[in-house]
Every structure is written in C-alpha cells, then in structure tokens.
C-alpha cells in the first residue's frame, strides 16, 4: 500500500505543481515526459522561456527538504532529458533561454506547502 500512497502523493504534488506554474503565467507543455530512460517531470514555457521541472513531493515530517534530493545525479539526467527534448524540437526554436527548476511540495495533514526554486541548478557540460 505504502507504493501506491506514495504515487498518489507524487501525482498530487505534480498537479499541484503545475496549477501552481500556471499561476504564474506559465503554460505546461508537457507533464512525465518521457524520451526513452529519461523523464521530466513537467515541461512548461514562460515568458522567459522553457523551463524543466523536477517536483518532489514528500509526507511530514521530512529528515531532508525535497529539494535537496535533486544531487548531482538527477541534475545530469535533466539536463540529458531536455536536451533529447530541445532536439526533438527542432532543436529547441522558438525558446529563448532554457530554466531548471525545482518544487517541493509537502503535504502535512490537510495542509500542502509549495516551495519554488527557479534555475535551481545551471548545468555544467564536460
């Protein structure tokens, strides 16, 4: 049962997340896109451009915030992810400046707190 509630969890704090982005004038592009092993989470333009969206949600009490579950790791398969997705556009036309984002949402009994960190992370490419 404890898999399940926990997919319940994750797709609530998914449509969470993304009410939320459109809140603020984002259009979601694309929700659990996948591009063979990879995945984001959501894919949304703004007028600033296209932003990559990594959502963790987690029931309280936490030992870590959910944004510090996004390491090294994670980042490295965002940024291969949008990138399999930029070229599969077209190499990405049409967006001017491409964001890593991250929110965290926390569901504490009936109450759901969001935390936004826009261009959590700037990819580093070897």
């Known amino acids: 049962m404890e898999g399940r509630g926990r997919t319940i969890a994750g797709r609530y704090g998914e449509d969470t997340a993304c009410r939320y982005l459109e809140g603020l004038g984002h259009t979601v592009l694309e929700r659990n896109w996948r591009g063979g092993h990879l ?3 959501i894919i949304s333009q703004a007028p600033d451009g296209i932003h990559f969206v990594e959502v963790k949600t987690r029931v309280a009490p936490v030992s870590a915030s959910p944004e510090e579950n996004v390491g090294w790791t994670k ?3 965002m940024v291969a992810a949008a990138n399999k997705y930029l070229n599969g556009k077209g190499g990405g036309q049409g967006f001017r400046e491409v964001f890593f984002d991250v929110i965290a949402v926390t569901l504490d009994g009936g109450k759901t707190e969001i935390a936004y960190f826009p261009s959590a992370f700037v990819p580093i490419y070897y």
């Open 39 to 41: 995945e984001l989470d």
């Open 75 to 77: 980042q490295k398969r």
